[in-house]
């Protein structure tokens, strides 16, 4: 039918028919999209769900590993809290050529040794209960002493402590024995091998975290006050107390506000020992074969104590040059080959810068160095056959009386710089540290090569190793009682 023939209110109703389903079409087709477009905002929150469920899962895992570390670790904790609770200890250290114990202990040998070992642990242990309260009931007391017996043992006898050597070495065998933990060291004959092994010692205990706390006997040494001015943080000097033996010496004095310190009174000596004690005292035979030992002058201080004056605590010590027992056999030794020969001329020291009647010249490592002497080898050997007594003619203060030695003689120039190097041929009882500007003795072998530590006397050379191969460029000087 065409739409001529199709009536006006039919087109219309068509027309609306026509109109509705393109609307209806046109829903349709936004229904779509909406869905489709819910379709893509699902698959989204579904990968985002997938990744949040991963991320998740990794949280658990991570957590679940972290739980599992903690506990570890915890553990392991717990383990070394328990390591470093165990065997906890205090260490005393002690320079024992300057802190040295009362007369009344060393009288007793090894008896007084093992009572001085008693009181000393006494003493620790009363201070650790009544001021470190933090310790352990349970720490135990190390005890370190390190000190030169042998020339601990002749000062002793020396300023008349005792009567024999031996009995400094029994009482330091009594000490060493009364207690597991209580030890005496001898580190022999040389300059500060009690400082440097009590320094190292200090350093190793200091940073382990089983010593509950150090007790440094040093008082009498002013190198220990610049190790200790390294530490000084409140942490680090809350754990460690200065024992007092003699009074401190000047460069503790602005450190002792800083550190602990205590005194155990009728231990250790409080003063100086004095070598010249013994008026009496008088060169063993063999010494006085061809030269004379020097005797103690007035006043002598032994290099184990400070000179402690009564209004001041801090002078520095000024030793004087005390005969080795075994100098003399050193001359012996020269004297009983069938020819005479005297050591060749000295080494000329190289002096950088002149020095006075008090001043010592010293090398680069504190070594003192004798000055240079002219001599004739043959007056050295006519002068030695003449018992010439040397402090007389070489110091001018013999104090023996009688004195075995010749002093009515009237000296040459030449006869006193051959008696020179005839008393050089003598060790001095202190090497390369003594400070007494009017030695006379040998400060080093006379027929040494610098650089070389031993001479043609080989083993038979009464000089310690330490006496041979100095170097004798002059570097600097010390005055009386100074290094």
Known sequence: MSLE????????????LLKGAEHHKNDLITA??????????????DIDYQQVALDHQRETQFNREGQLRERDLKEELR???????????????IDGDGMIFEDKYIQKGEAGGKEAAASL???????????????????????????????????????????RAAL???????????????????????????????????????????????????SHDNGY??????????????????LEGVPFEKEFFSLLSKYSTTRFDNLFRTNKINVYNQPSYSAPQHLTQHTTA???????????????????????????????????????????????????????????????????????YGQRIDPPTVYDKDEVNRLRKMKLCNVHFLRGDCEYDPCTHVHQYKMTKNETQALKMLARMIPCFYGGECDDPKCIYGHRCPVSVTGKKDCHFGDKCKFTREMHGIDLNVVRTTKVGKK
């Open 79 to 93: 383990r070394l809290k328990t390591m470093m609770s165990r065997d906890p200890f205090v260490v005393v250290l």
């Open 225 to 242: 006050a610049r190790l200790l001015e390294q530490y000084t943080e409140k942490a680090i000097t809350k754990q460690i107390t200065l």
């Open 168 to 218: 400094v070495e029994e009482f330091y065998r009594g000490f060493t024995g009364s207690k597991i933990l209580f030890d005496f060291v001898d580190v022999g004959h040389g300059k500060d091998r009690a400082d440097e092994k009590i320094n190292e010692l200090f350093k190793l205990h200091l940073s382990d975290f089983h010593c509950q706390h150090i007790f440094f006997g040093c």
């Open 294 to 364: 020097l005797p103690p002058p007035s006043g002598y201080q032994s290099p184990y104590q400070p000179i402690i004056g009564a209004s001041s605590p801090s002078p520095v010590p000024s030793n004087s040059s005390v005969m080795n027992p075994k100098a003399a056999t050193w001359a012996s030794t020269a004297t009983s080959a069938a020819h005479l020969v005297s050591p060749p001329p000295t080494p000329q020291p190289v002096v950088s810068h002149p020095a006075t009647s008090e001043d010592i010249p010293r090398n680069r």
């Open 121 to 163: 642990w006494n003493g620790i242990n009363d201070y650790i209960h009544g001021k470190l309260p933090d310790i352990p009931a349970d720490c135990r007391i190390v005890t370190r002493i390190y000190a030169n017996m042998k020339g601990l043992a002749d000062i002793c006898c020396k300023s008349g402590i005792v009567d």
């Open 32 to 45: 779509i999209d909406r869905k489709q477009e819910l379709l893509r905002r699902l698959d989204k929150l």
């Open 5 to 16: 023939h199709i009536p006006d209110d039919g087109l219309r109703e068509r027309f609306e």
